[in-house]
């Protein structure tokens, strides 16, 4: 399932790709295609995906970047095509994350300006962004993508989807 979210990376040129990898980091490295990444393993997997997340923009706020997508590597179907949708929303400082609602549901893929990058540091647990849609709700723009995104939690769940 890394694999897939690599190369939608690769797909989409984002440049920089930062991967933040857990307890598996040794074998991922030896499992996947890797281009030019920059994988930082999370120490802290306890701390769950809002470690991640404040791993992984920690490490690009010495870049040039003022946007990132933040891909899930739970989510084998997101396309490029429902990647683009959210990526050509326009930068709006006002209100720096958007979160795509796929069949009217919000998830992920959250894209975050540069703005709200600071906002991780108040993340906790094993949830991501998604804890400032209701805390913070003037700082999220919305934007419909067509089709599911189903997370994928369990190898059921993956056989679920079928085959791709």
């Known amino acids: ?29 030896c499992a996947c295609s890797w281009r030019r ?4 393993v999370n120490d802290h997997p ?16 010495t870049s040039a970047a003022e946007r990132v997508l933040v ?4 989510q084998p179907r997101l396309g490029a095509v429902q990647a683009r ?8 400082s006002s209100r720096p994350i958007v979160v795509p609602r796929f069949d009217g549901v919000a998830g992920s893929p959250v894209l ?16 991501g962004m998604s804890q400032l849609f209701q805390s913070r709700p003037g700082l999220v723009r919305f934007v419909d ?3 599911p995104n189903p997370d994928v939690d369990t190898p059921a769940d993956l056989r679920a989807l079928g085959p791709s």
């Open 145 to 147: 993508i067509e089709g």
């Open 37 to 40: 990444e920059t994988r930082v």
């Open 1 to 29: 399932m890394l694999q897939h979210v690599l190369d939608l990376a690769a797909a989409l040129e984002l440049n920089p790709v930062v991967v933040v990898l857990g307890d598996d980091a040794d074998e991922l490295g």
């Open 71 to 74: 891909l899930l590597g739970d």
């Open 85 to 92: 949708r959210i990526l050509a929303v326009p930068s709006d």
């Open 112 to 127: 975050l300006e540069r703005a709200a990058w600071a906002l991780a540091g108040e993340l906790r647990g094993d949830r």
């Open 46 to 61: 306890e701390d769950g995906i809002s470690g991640s997340v404040r791993l992984g923009l920690a490490r690009l706020a």
